[in-house]
């Protein structure tokens, strides 16, 4: 985000002040819960926190490529009747800050301290807190975890690549790996963002199970492509850069992972296939739940079932 952007610094105490009335109208229903919380001098993080009037714990929710935080708002809307629920938008996508790749490098490894300082700064109860994350928010929040296993009293996680099993992956996410396949694949991905925006969360499903997204987050989403001279599909690739180096030290450190963890994935994910959830967790000896007739995006596509699984996590 550039410097010249009203910045509110939100505490811990505080609830964030709502941040341009025209991109941001449809979530200022929940409690007028937008507003931006600086994590360093290079980061300055656009979030929703939405409270509880008795709140029995915290729900964080991590969102994936090419979303922003908007994708949370009606599931925060509803688990905000038992629960106080976060979500930001990671370095990179919707508001938040995009700092040149040589100050801040997108790795999975970079986004897993972004969420501790996100923790920290918004003063979040570990012990009653509940991670939800999808796609590049999932590895992050399990690299965290391996040094700190208090870091939630649960974790769920899906629809990602937790493990480096490329045949497992869609064919241009391969590409995103290495070069010389990365740098051409990025650029076709910045060509074709339209379509990717339109379409990214159709791909794989029947013409009766697509759906269409909310007019606000599509909006928000197209709007936040582009900001300070970066796309969503430059951090995308610059995580991928560091990805596969991130993959193998979580495969090698498995076993110092203690926090508590759930797998979700959707049956119809042509993005990241099932296979790869169901053997990350038969290796950390996790329950894992196919999703039948759901995609790459569970959230979006029954977000009812999104809100019973976050329920049932805290009981």
Do not use: C
């Amino acid at each position: 985000m550039s410097k010249d952007k009203t910045v509110i610094a939100a505490s811990a105490a505080a609830t964030p002040a709502s941040h341009s009335s025209e991109a941001f109208a449809s979530t200022q229903a929940a409690q007028g819960a937008v507003g931006f919380i600086e994590i360093d001098e290079d980061l300055t993080l656009r979030r929703m926190a939405v409270r509880a009037r008795a709140p029995k714990g915290t729900v964080l929710l991590l969102h994936g490529f090419p979303e922003t935080l908007t994708v949370w708002k009606n599931i925060a809307t509803t688990l905000a009747r038992d629960y106080d629920v976060h979500a930001f938008d990671w370095p990179g996508y919707g508001q938040s800050s995009r700092p040149a790749s040589e100050r801040f490098s997108y790795a999975p490894m970079a986004y897993a301290q972004v969420l501790k300082a996100y923790i920290e700064r918004a003063g979040i109860d570990r012990s009653k807190l509940v991670i939800y994350a999808t796609d590049i928010g999932a590895l992050p929040v399990l690299l965290l975890a391996l040094d700190e296993p208090s870091i939630a009293r649960q974790i769920i996680v899906g629809d990602f690549a937790p493990l480096d099993r490329p045949h497992y992956m869609w064919e241009n996410l391969q590409n995103l790996k290495a070069e010389p396949t990365a740098s051409p694949t990025r650029a076709y991905m910045n060509k074709t963002s339209d379509e990717i925006l339109q379409n990214v969360h159709r791909r794989g499903l029947s013409p009766a199970e697509q759906f269409d997204l909310p007019a606000d987050v599509q909006q928000d989403m197209t709007r936040s492509w582009s900001l300070d001279g970066m796309t969503s599909a430059d951090a995308f690739a610059h995580y991928y850069a560091n990805f596969t180096g991130d993959q193998h030290y979580l495969e090698a450190n498995l076993s110092r992972l203690k926090t508590p963890v759930k797998v979700i994935w959707g049956e119809k994910d042509i993005y990241i296939a099932r296979e790869m959830g169901i053997e990350f967790a038969g290796k950390i000896g996790a329950r894992v739940d196919i999703l039948s007739g759901i995609g790459h995006f569970p959230h979006l596509q029954n977000s009812k079932q999104t809100v019973e699984d976050i329920h049932t996590s805290f009981r």
